[in-house]
Nanobody, 124 residues
Framework: QVQLVESWGGLVQPGGSLRLSCAASGFPLNYYSVGWFRQVSGNERGGVSCIMSSDGRIYYARSVNGRFTVSRDNAKNTMYLQMNSLKPEDTAVYFC?????????????????WGQGTQVTVSS
């Protein structure tokens, strides 16, 4: 059974850090393009950071570039999103996703498998 499970969301103060994890099962994550997306209630889900399987290129949304770092551990079949210098506007539900074939850097419509999402709240 193909499954992605996010963890380690939570409440953090502005300027703080969180590290999200996404454990994959049922398929080898290293053969897929992977990404993190986020959704604020009432808005569309948007790409935060993605890694293309074809050449390893990494995309960051402009709003998180320099603060967030995406990575994956193939041995653990897990991907991560390290989030530093968090801002209130980073508050959202964060989803991890995997895609067999992508033609864009971080288009959510191209991703086949999705986790259930984890809430990140940045507030004092």
């Amino acid at each position: 059974q193909v499954q992605l499970v996010e963890s380690w969301g939570g409440l953090v103060q502005p300027g703080g850090s969180l590290r999200l994890s996404c454990a994959a099962s049922g398929f080898p994550l290293n053969y897929y393009s992977v990404g993190w997306f986020r959704q604020v209630s009432g808005n569309e889900r948007g790409g935060v950071s993605c890694i293309m399987s074809s050449d390893g290129r990494i995309y960051y949304a402009r709003s998180v570039n320099g603060r967030f770092t995406v990575s994956r551990d193939n041995a653990k079949n897990t991907m991560y999103l390290q989030m530093n210098s968090l801002k209130p506007e980073d508050t959202a539900v964060y989803f991890c996703a995997a895609a067999t074939t992508v033609t864009t850097m971080c288009g959510e419509w191209e991703y086949d498998y999705w986790g259930q999402g984890t809430q990140v709240t940045v507030s004092s």
